[in-house]
């Protein structure tokens, strides 16, 4: 069974920090890659960062050496540290295993909501 759960979000202020984290089905996992989405209010979805089965990791410019992914292939559990967030970085958070394509290869969970304030 295919699952997604997201936490770890919440309310904080700009320049402060967060850790997100993702729980995923062995199915999700054995994919390979892996990556943190995200959706702010009036966007569409984007794909910020992304970590191969090995570990190696790529980011969007926009959080380009503020974010840090991570995954534990054991535990079965991803991670996104947040730093020096930007009131920008506003947005609904959802994790899943990457496609080729860079578009999520499963249907979304709930995701978990990070509210930066100014």
């Known amino acids: 069974q295919v699952q997604l759960v997201e936490s770890g979000g919440g309310l904080v202020q700009a320049g402060g920090s967060l850790r997100l984290s993702c729980a995923a089905s062995?199915?999700?996992?054995?994919?390979?890659?892996l990556g943190w989405y995200r959706q702010a209010p009036g966007k569409l979805r984007e794909l910020v960062a992304r970590?191969?089965?090995?570990?190696?990791?790529t980011y969007a410019d926009s959080v380009k050496g503020r974010f840090t992914i991570s995954r534990d292939n054991a535990r079965k559990m991803m991670y996104l540290e947040l730093n020096s967030l930007k009131s920008e970085d506003t947005a609904v958070y959802y994790c899943?295993?990457?496609?080729?394509?860079?578009?999520?290869?499963?249907?979304w969970g709930k995701g978990t909501l990070v509210t930066v304030s100014s």
């Open positions: 899943n295993a990457v496609a080729l394509s860079g578009k999520a290869a499963y249907g």
């Open positions: 062995e199915d999700i996992f054995s994919g390979g890659v």
């Open positions: 970590i191969s089965l090995v570990g190696r990791a």
